[in-house]
């Protein structure tokens, strides 16, 4: 991402507003990863409709980071979405916030004031799933596929990824949201899916690696 994601991302993390975490499989668990440390500076690319972004690491608290971001956003579905996110100030077209995510050698599980839901574990099998209960919805990530080879161009070259599907939004206009992931260097990408069957999709890269 060159300064243009962790809003796509944050957008589609922040979306959640968390009251009950359901554990299907268990805890996340594995030491802390340098992408979670405090300076660590994410960048973005392939996403029209914000500039001037930037997103880093600001705090690392308990084995948990806070990655606090800014940038102006112009395209109307992800200026549309700014009104249901927590901790997002919105003035004019800039957005400003922070999100917070545990980042582990094992994967990476994003947390809110009333819980926490993994988004990745790089040992997880496909069709293993996390849920979230958020009022009279659930919020439901599953591992959709993973790579046995290296089958994935990111950043000049191929590497092994795995897919996870988020789905139970209750935001108007999100039909899903697909995480890709690398086990060395994190979050490498998402695809937000709206409902009038456009897409948006979003490289990830991080300062720091596994």
Known sequence: MKTKLLFCAAIALLLISCEK????????????????????????????????????????TGGVSKISFT??????????????????????????????????SNGIETVHEGGKLILVKYNAKVGDVYSLKTGDATIKREVMSKSVDDDYYWGGMLIKTMVVKETGHTAPGISKIEYIANHKFGLVGAKLYFTDGTSKSIDVYSSKTN
């Open 71 to 104: 940038g102006m956003v112009t395209d109307s579905k992800l200026l549309a979405l700014t009104s249901y996110l927590s901790n997002v100030t919105v003035s004019g077209n800039t957005v400003s916030g922070d999100m917070k995510a545990k980042i582990t």
């Open 21 to 60: 975490y359901s554990i299907l499989t268990q805890s996340l668990g594995g030491t802390q990863s340098p992408i979670g440390e405090v300076n660590t500076v994410f960048t973005f690319s392939n996403i029209t409709g914000i500039s001037n972004s930037t997103a880093s690491v600001t705090e690392l």
